[in-house]
């Protein structure tokens, strides 16, 4: 047997043993992981349905036609007045489809702060978009640790942006999507919501949704979408031509249809009252995370979350993300560290945690579990403050004290199966 095939069966190991709790992680369901390794991924299709540079596609078309009309069905869109674009391979290439199709180089965008929960792809100095575009950067408030919409429209009138753009990374509350609407109609310029993180929550009627306001939507289809990682555009019917085309030739070849039909059989899962209800307790269950964890003495970014992710800010406890996320990894819990609002550390070595409750609530977990997990956690970053962690990751592997909590952690997590990996024998 291939070595990779050991390498997985490790990883499955590990999914199951552990608490998953980065927010942009998820678990896909047995349906999905089936489809995504099927033989769809043994045929090229450049191009789109029934213009392919490709023969033998008839089935492929099929494959995607369906996958749009499932996403637009998926947010309640009208399909005369909106299109969708399931080709793009990620998140980045998502939203390089949205810039290179409505925008020239040498305009201007005006985007979230990174630090402050913004996102890469939106034009932070050492991307390819800021080598393209004109990029400034609005932030959230320094007491509150949310929106300023005043202050927003006070920049955006004197940047004066050609395109608008909400949504990151590690933004925890609700995003007000008609009043940047409103903003950027204001100066001109387009509105485009990056939903990587909210999509399911969106779809499933839990979170406040971007349309009719934004002129575009792009999001990522493994987070709350809870399908393969694949990512696609939404935008209105007027502009899909410049998209489609600014995406396909204009920036890759062929799609990849085995993971657009994952994103079909996802999309068809978004549907059901089952995926409505989880939506709903994913962030019931990251509101319960954050009241405890405040509750234990933790400062929560903007004090609690609208959604299913906190952010934690470290600095009170004069510790470091990276050292509590390696902490938290022995003790059998992955989060990730962050940057938080006004970080003064550096993106590698930051001040923050960042936490989310989608794989959790996969797994079926609710309430109790969260308080349950939330002391573990507190348990973990207590310890670190107390014994002043080294940061050295293989002192932090080697201490005894979290080992054991990861013990408790590890027996707490086979309780709860991990959809799709029980039905993959082998693997």
């Known amino acids: 047997m291939d070595k990779i095939f050991s390498i997985i069966a490790r990883e499955k190991k590990r999914q199951k043993e552990q608490l998953q709790m980065i927010p942009s992680e998820n678990y896909a369901s047995a349906a999905v992981m089936k489809t995504v390794g099927s033989c769809l991924m043994n045929k090229y299709a450049e191009g789109y349905p029934n213009r392919r540079y490709y023969q033998g596609n008839v089935n492929l078309d099929a494959v995607e036609d369906l996958c749009r009309e499932r996403i637009l069905k998926a947010f309640g869109l009208d399909d005369k007045k909106w299109g969708a674009n399931v080709q793009p391979h990620s998140g980045c290439e998502a939203n390089l489809g949205v810039y290179n199709g409505l925008l020239k180089p040498g305009d201007k965008i005006l985007s ?57 990374t590690a933004y925890p509350r609700t995003i007000n999507h008609k009043r940047l609407s409103q903003i950027a109609k204001s100066v001109g310029a387009y509105y485009m919501a990056d939903i990587a993180h909210e999509a399911g929550l969106i779809a499933a009627g839990a979170h406040p949704s971007p349309f009719p306001f934004c002129d575009a939507a792009t999001f990522t289809t493994h987070k709350t979408f809870r399908g393969p990682r694949g990512a696609a555009i939404i935008a209105r019917a007027s502009l899909m031509d410049k998209i489609n085309f600014s995406v396909f030739p204009g920036l890759q070849g062929g799609p990849h249809l085995h993971t657009i039909a994952g994103i079909s059989v996802a999309a068809a899962e978004l549907a059901t009252p089952q995926f409505r209800a989880y939506a709903r307790q994913v962030i019931v269950n990251a509101q319960v995370l954050a009241k405890e964890l405040i509750k234990g003495g933790l400062s929560v970014v903007s004090g609690g979350t609208d959604k299913h992710l906190v952010l934690v800010d470290l600095r009170p406890q004069n510790l470091s993300g990276w050292t509590v996320a390696w902490a938290l990894e022995v003790a059998n819990i992955i989060t990730n560290r962050n940057t938080v609002p006004y970080d003064t550390a550096s993106p590698y070595y930051p001040s923050g945690l960042r936490l989310g409750t989608p794989a959790l609530t996969t797994r079926g977990m609710k309430v109790k579990e969260m308080i349950k997990i939330s002391q573990w956690i507190l348990a973990a970053v207590r310890y670190a403050q107390k014994v002043k962690l080294p940061q050295s990751k293989s002192a932090i592997k080697a201490d005894r004290q979290l080992a054991a909590i990861g013990k408790e952690v590890k027996a707490f997590a086979l309780k709860f199966p991990v959809p799709g990996l029980p039905a993959q024998a082998g693997l």
């Not at 991307?127 to 929106?147: G, M, N, S």
């Open 112 to 168: 979230m702060y990174l630090p402050d929960g913004g996102h890469l792809s939106h034009g932070w100095p050492v991307t390819l978009v800021a080598k393209i575009f004109k990029v400034e950067f609005y932030h959230v408030d320094r007491k509150t640790q949310v929106f300023d919409y005043d202050q927003i429209e006070t920049q955006a009138k004197k940047f004066r942006p050609k395109l608008l753009i909400s949504g990151g």
